[in-house]
């Protein structure tokens, strides 16, 4: 190899004693691992699949959805029927088109929320624990602060000023969420830099932010996933729930949150459950399901078990 | 002696750790010199500062560590003062470094080749295709001639011994000036240690690397180093070439580190051990630090610090009674030492 800086000296070669010959596992014997231990708790595979569907649901609702949601194509509050599977709201909406349209906001909601407080938590919280001293310690106490913030309460002020809508809910979700992330992700850090081979790393001379990346992050993700897969199933209930106080997604726009806000008067609930089950259900279903994905994560990446 | 041909010049280094009170004094007045190709043999029981002599070598020190006296002279240069940047193109380049413990030296979420690519990469110009030949190529090197399954490989499915041997590939791969080995063969089984010191060897009359080697272990001194540094409680207390220091060890520690070696010539003897351990660094005794546990020890050890004097040629001791020679020293620490095991 004349690209080397070393010539194969063969003479040198027969002193070296070889070590005993080695039976290479595969590349991805982790993640088959993973998988096995993931496919054991039943009620997580359940989760996963029903998590998919409500994915596809959401990308294939124009083809899917019998009406336009927005539109009203029957009368008042008319029960299920061959038309309207689900009947229609108190306007004629069809309440099955609102039902699936309504998956694509709850499903954005909860990703694009945990995907912006992960990374964002992710960050601080290794910048954080790395190095350590003032910084951290300024950094912990502003989590600190948010922490301490009656959080309901602020997003509420935060919508009434700024208007709510969705990109409102998800920064706002997103601003009160990170602190908890980075808590987590500075606890691992903080054990996982002492570990010998960070300090290898550091004696072979890699970069900082090679180490941080490239060497601590893929360490810690295990916690962060697992966090992440909660935080999507609350995220998913806060915009149910500020929806439903009306602070939420605005009607015309389908969310399942106001579409149970008809259920807060007396008759909707005894006479018409059509308009308040399905919505109802549907955030039962999905937060149910990715928690128990959730579960089913920590379980397979724990590998004390 | 000669200055230029001195690859690293430690010249009276003291490390210290803040303790969130004070600088705690962990090594002080370190000063020895390594020349190109040569191996130098750190010895010394635990806490005694022989990886905290490494480490501010290489700048590990962490958040609390610094150096606050000294100088790191490394091809003539001082590195003690220098920043993190200058320092990195040192480390893995011109210093490397073999940790104690191959089974968590590696990541273990990164693969074999991943880590020995991306080191390679670090501090020289190949392309990732090249790296990669030259990783393979380095494995075979290590004695690992499957080198082109085990790039693809975890660390948890390899053994210890392999592993090491991937870390002396690491170190090794960027043909550095000097290589800092932390106990290499500790944790290692004994036949293991063998091939493994062989290995150093052999790459060392190669790349003609310096090696600073630092272990508790006598034996693996013996085998491997050209010179040994003694270290007590953070101070350097005897250096000599290797056959001076096991012929005619003169400092009551070495001499008695030299006399707990079990041995198999002889009648079967219950072993010698030096009594009591070595005093914690924030209570350091006045006077020597060995005097507490020293058979020979007197009024003045009490008191007074002893300094590292030469005694013949590169032979260096720091104990007073040495100094003074006044009495054959190793009469009388073999006669104490009998006395106490009688009684």
Not at chain 1, 146 to 151: E, I, K, S, W
Not at chain 1, 161 to 180: E, H, K, Q, R, Y
Not at chain 2, 23 to 30: N, P, S, T
Not at chain 2, 177 to 206: F, R, S, Y
Request: net charge neutral; aromatic share 6%.
């Amino acid at each position: 190899m004349a690209l080397s800086p070393y010539e194969l000296d063969e003479g040198s070669m027969s002193a070296v004693i070889p070590a005993e010959s080695v039976k290479p596992e595969t590349e991805d014997a982790f993640l088959k691992q993973l998988f096995t231990r993931f496919i054991r708790h039943k009620l997580a595979v359940a989760g996963l699949v029903i998590t998919v569907l409500l994915i596809l649901v959401a990308l294939l609702a124009p083809w899917i959805a019998p009406n336009d949601p927005k539109e009203v194509t029957g009368v008042f509050s008319a029960p299920p029927s061959a038309e309207h599977w689900l009947g229609t709201d108190q306007v004629g909406r069809d309440v099955l088109s609102r039902l699936i349209y309504a998956t694509q906001i709850s499903l954005i909601v909860g990703f694009v929320t945990v995907a912006l407080y992960v990374t964002v938590g992710t960050l601080i919280g290794i910048v954080s624990a790395y190095f350590g001293g003032w910084l951290d310690m300024l950094i912990m106490r502003i989590t600190d602060m948010f922490m301490a913030f009656p959080f309901l309460m602020v997003i509420l002020v935060v919508i009434s000023i700024l208007g709510s809508n969705m990109t409102t809910i998800i920064l706002v979700l997103a601003l009160f969420s990170w602190p908890s992330v980075a808590r987590l992700v500075r606890g691992s850090v903080l054990s996982i830099k002492q570990l010998d081979y960070i300090n290898a790393g550091v004696a072979l001379g890699l970069s900082t932010p090679r180490i941080l990346f490239r060497h601590i992050f893929p360490n810690a993700v295990g916690p962060i996933i697992v966090n992440a897969t909660f935080g999507i199933a609350s995220a998913i209930m806060s915009e149910a729930g500020l929806s439903f106080l009306g602070m939420g997604v605005q009607p015309p726009t389908a969310s399942w949150g106001n579409m149970l806000t008809d259920a807060q008067s007396l008759t909707v609930l005894t006479d018409q459950p059509w308009l308040w089950v399905p919505p109802g259900a549907m955030i039962l279903l999905t937060v149910l399901a990715i928690n128990f994905v959730g579960d089913g994560l920590r379980d397979a990446l724990d590998t004390r078990q | 002696m000669n200055h230029i041909t001195n690859l690293l010049e430690i010249d009276r280094l003291q490390t210290v750790f803040w303790n969130g009170k004070e600088d705690v004094v962990a090594v002080q007045d370190i000063s020895f010199n390594l020349k190109a190709g040569e191996t130098i043999g750190i010895v010394g029981e635990s806490g005694c500062g022989k990886s905290v002599t490494s480490l501010s070598i290489m700048r590990l020190l962490g958040n609390n560590g610094r150096i606050k006296q000294g100088e790191i002279r490394f091809n003539g240069q001082n590195i003690a003062d220098n920043s993190e940047k200058e320092l990195r193109t040192l480390r893995g380049k011109e210093i490397s470094m073999i940790f104690q413990e191959p089974m968590s030296s590696l990541n273990p979420v990164l693969t074999i080749g991943h880590q020995l690519v991306e080191m390679i990469q670090c501090h020289t110009s190949l392309t990732r295709r090249e790296a990669k030949a030259y990783a393979i190529e380095m494995l075979h090197k290590v004695g690992l001639p499957h080198g082109k399954n085990l790039m693809n490989t975890y660390p948890h499915t390899l053994s210890g011994g392999m592993r090491q041997r991937i870390m002396i590939a690491m170190a090794l791969s960027c043909k550095p000036k000097l290589l800092i080995a932390d106990e290499p063969t500790t944790a290692l089984d004994v036949t293991i240690q063998a091939q493994i010191l062989e290995l150093m060897k052999v790459l060392q009359q190669e790349s003609k690397a310096a090696i600073m080697l630092i272990t508790h272990d006598l034996g693996v001194v013996a085998e491997m180093a050209d010179r040994v540094v003694v270290m007590y409680a953070g101070q350097i207390v005897e250096s000599a070439d290797v056959f001076t220091l096991f012929r005619e060890p003169k400092h009551p520690y070495t001499q008695g580190l030299m006399a707990s070696i079990p041995s198999i010539h002889g009648a079967n003897e219950r072993l010698q051990a030096i009594p009591g351990t070595v005093p914690s660094i924030t209570k350091m005794p006045e006077g020597c630090r060995f005097h507490t546990r020293c058979a020979l020890a007197t009024n003045r050890c009490r008191q007074e610090q002893p300094e590292l004097k030469s005694v013949a040629g590169e032979h260096q001791v720091r104990c007073w009674v040495v100094e003074e020679q006044t009495i054959p020293l190793s009469n009388i620490v073999n006669s104490r030492q009998q006395e106490a095991s009688v009684l």
